[in-house]
């Protein structure tokens, strides 16, 4: 199985260039308009709701409805963080490790941070930090990229006692301060380690990339790098499966999850370098026997999901044509029956994550990367935008 370091970290790759009442298969019809009532449409707008973001990644509602947004950061340049090399330009080999990740409350339009100094970090051209967030019975959570392993020798050693603490962890930062809850990213490095046969990702590492609450308590999650399905409860990570590779050989790199009105839960793929335009697949993970299925195929670099309000089940899809290919994305609507309705063409660039707005609209982060990659003079151009 062959999969670029870069692509472990998901964005960082981009520098190279039966759940009742809804119908499992390979492939779907594009459709292109509703067929019950609170279905989207091929032509449903898409409008900013939000812009100047730090490369955002992942969406959620908090306090009060508020619209809440997790932001990578900006370059990490300047101390007190620390990059391998000093350079008047960003350049591929170029890595910078930080504390400029943030959350940002976009309800007004303009960012709001409601917790900075999250680990961040640059590497190929591109940002890698916070990854996911929730909130969840008044409890603010979000989710780490990397892993205490992961972390460099050659930095300071204040900042890399930091990001040796921090680095793939599960936070509370309720309030805007901030707790450990787990560490996933450490536990999924070991289970890499220990387990080679099980995963081309030989040199170990970590991407805890998405996250949703288990009823009852606890979460469950994907990590991006291990090619896992994880359960953390009361503080303790174990690994539930293994998302197997890709038919061409390259690694699944799950980076979304959500459970469905049957309790299954549902886990997207982007698939690692090299794949086709219909190479990712969403799958269905019972709790109760452990069993994981394809569950729908033939996607494209998946990199956001999720249940709408309606009940459809909605893809967010990075590129069109395969991975690593240009950022120009979709979402792709899927109804019960199986039919398919692609949503934003033309209009998304770089789009992930995926949020259900309660009149049946949904979000995507928007212009998630820098591009071309490496200019600085944009990193603050993301968005969020609402469809529907």
């Not at 387990?195 to 998405?210: D, I, R, W, Y």
Request: proline residues 8%.
């Amino acid at each position: 199985m062959r999969r670029l370091k870069m692509s472990r970290m998901l964005f960082a790759v981009v520098a190279a260039t039966t759940l009742a009442g809804v119908s499992a298969g390979p492939s779907g019809p594009v459709a292109t308009a509703a067929t019950y009532p609170g279905e989207l449409t091929s032509s449903a707008p898409v409008t900013v709701v939000a812009s100047g973001l730090n490369s955002p990644r992942s969406l959620a509602w908090g306090p009060d409805g508020h619209l809440l947004v997790a932001e990578t950061g900006a370059p990490p340049l300047t101390p007190p963080s620390a990059c391998n090399f000093d350079s008047e330009e960003i350049t591929f080999d170029m890595a910078c490790y930080g504390l400029t990740g943030s959350i940002a409350d976009v309800s007004s339009g303009t960012p709001v941070r409601i917790v900075t100094g999250l680990v961040s970090s640059l590497n190929s051209q591109n940002m890698v930090g916070p990854n996911d967030l929730a909130y969840v019975d008044g409890q603010l959570y979000t989710l780490l990229a990397g892993s205490p392993q992961a972390i460099p020798s050659w930095l300071p050693e204040g900042l890399k006692g930091t990001l040796k603490e921090l680095a793939g962890a599960l936070l509370n930062v309720t309030g805007g301060s901030v707790s450990i809850v787990a560490k996933p990213g450490k536990v999924d490095d070991l289970w890499v380690q220990k387990h080679p046969g099980l995963s081309s990702f030989s040199l170990g590492g970590a991407n805890p990339h998405a996250l949703t609450p288990k009823p009852g308590g606890g979460f469950y999650l994907v990590d991006a790098a291990s090619n896992t399905l994880d359960s953390v409860d009361n503080g303790s990570v174990r690994v539930l499966a293994l998302i197997p590779a890709s038919p061409n050989g390259t690694d699944s790199v799950p980076t979304c999850l959500d459970i469905g009105p049957d309790g299954a839960v549902y886990i997207g793929e982007l698939t690692g370098f090299g794949s086709s335009g219909t190479a990712a697949s969403v799958y269905r993970y019972e709790p109760s026997s452990g069993s994981l299925t394809v569950w729908q195929s033939g996607f494209s670099a998946i990199t956001g999901c999720g249940f709408g309000a309606n009940g459809d089940f909605y893809v967010t899809e990075f590129t069109t044509t395969g991975f690593p290919g240009y950022p120009a994305g979709v979402v792709i609507q899927i109804s019960p029956d199986g039919t398919r309705t692609v949503l934003g063409e033309g209009q998304l660039f770089a789009p992930t994550g995926f949020l259900a707005g309660p009149d049946g609209s949904i979000y995507v982060a928007n212009n998630t990367i820098w591009w071309p990659l490496g200019t600085t003079n944009r990193w603050n151009e993301g968005e969020v935008v609402k469809i529907g």
